[in-house]
């Protein structure tokens, strides 16, 4: 499988990635079993996938633990992500959360360790109801000195960020610390870091993971309308804040977009005779100022058919047919990349 280097380092990874939230099971995503974890990274890493992205977070530490455990034998062949959530960002904790993170998986080291959202009252909120601590966060400078003490240390090869836009990015960079990834929501009805986003990454050299890339399944073709989506997954911005189960943006959505883009996206994939989520995977990693877009898969069967995109080229037209019919929900969602929260008061800025 094709690969690109991430941003400033020597760390070369796959077009796609493999998204492990839903390794070890849990509440959002159902029961998934270890045979089915097994199977899925030992056909990833054949097949010349070799990113693995996790969190502390996921499934409460279950998706660490149960990608460790597959990786027993191969951990040479893969290259692990891990995020540290922003409610854990005090030195203190933060050094306890690696640890922890390196027991789960069972290593050494961390390939990349990223900070899950920005250091803010709001991102804190998100994981704890701590009063103190999300009246007084961590200053941006310990954090990232603390993460490049764990650096110095060896376990942590490289430093990254989740969910940053340009201006927490100058605030990190005002650190002195380099980090080389930022990972990001990135798809068809997702689009807002081509803005400013994107460019400053090209621009310093930090490589852009993009997370994802099927809308929670809204891209696979298997909803033949958006009112058929789920609660759990329709809280994001694309959906009428009546619609998800905890939504929290109170904005109007973009359904009828979405759902003038699905069918002609059907369309599309039915013309070039190819399934409709490999089509829209292609079109995610068809951008190269994306280094890697990471999926989940919950079974080789799922593997074998995103693994697809991989090998599927896009011509110019067809790119800038899905540009274009792509262009109205990006034109109603706007350029903020917080999908979850409003517009006017989010996470990223």
């Not at 005779?273 to 089509?279: G, N, P």
């Not at 990006?330 to 800025?349: F, M």
């Amino acid at each position: 499988m094709k690969k690109r280097r991430l941003g400033a380092s020597d760390l070369h990874l796959s077009i796609l990635g493999m998204g492990c939230w839903q390794f070890g099971g849990g509440a959002y995503w159902g029961e998934q079993s270890q045979k089915d974890v097994n199977e899925v990274v030992h056909c990833a890493l054949d097949i010349g996938m070799n990113y693995f992205d996790t969190a502390e977070v996921y499934n409460e530490g279950n998706s660490e633990i149960a990608l460790g455990i597959s990786l027993k034998g191969r951990r040479h062949h893969a290259v692990i992500g891990s995020k540290i959530n922003t409610a854990n960002a005090r030195p203190d904790l933060l050094r306890k959360g690696c640890e922890d993170s390196l027991k789960r998986l069972q290593t050494d080291y961390i390939d990349l360790y990223m900070l899950h959202w920005p250091i803010s009252p709001l991102s804190i909120k998100h994981f704890t109801g701590n009063a103190e601590l999300i009246a007084n966060p961590p200053t941006v400078h310990e954090v990232f000195h603390t993460l490049q003490e764990l650096q110095k240390e060896g376990k942590i090869r490289y430093i990254g960020i989740s969910n940053h836009g340009v201006e927490q990015m100058e605030e990190v960079r005002a650190t002195g610390v380099k980090v080389i990834a930022n990972e990001l929501p990135y798809n068809l009805i997702s689009r807002a870091i081509e803005d400013t986003i994107l460019p400053y990454c090209e621009q310093h050299q930090i490589g852009v993971i993009g997370y994802m890339p099927l809308q929670q399944g809204v891209l696979t073709g298997k909803y033949a309308d958006l009112s058929d989506v789920k609660p759990m997954q329709a809280r994001s911005r694309h959906f009428h804040h009546s619609k998800g189960h905890g939504t929290r943006h109170g904005e109007e959505g973009a359904e009828a977009e979405i759902n003038a883009l699905l069918k002609e996206v059907y369309e599309i994939a039915n013309e070039l005779d190819v399934h409709m989520s490999v089509l829209c995977l292609a079109w995610s990693i068809a951008n190269s100022s994306i280094t890697t877009s990471i999926v989940g898969s919950r079974n080789v069967e799922q593997l074998e058919l995103n693994s697809r995109a991989a090998a599927l080229d896009l011509s110019p037209a067809v790119l800038e047919r899905l540009n274009r019919i792509s262009k109205p929900v990006l034109d109603k969602l706007g350029v903020s990349p917080d999908y979850y929260e409003n517009r006017n008061h989010n996470r990223i800025r």
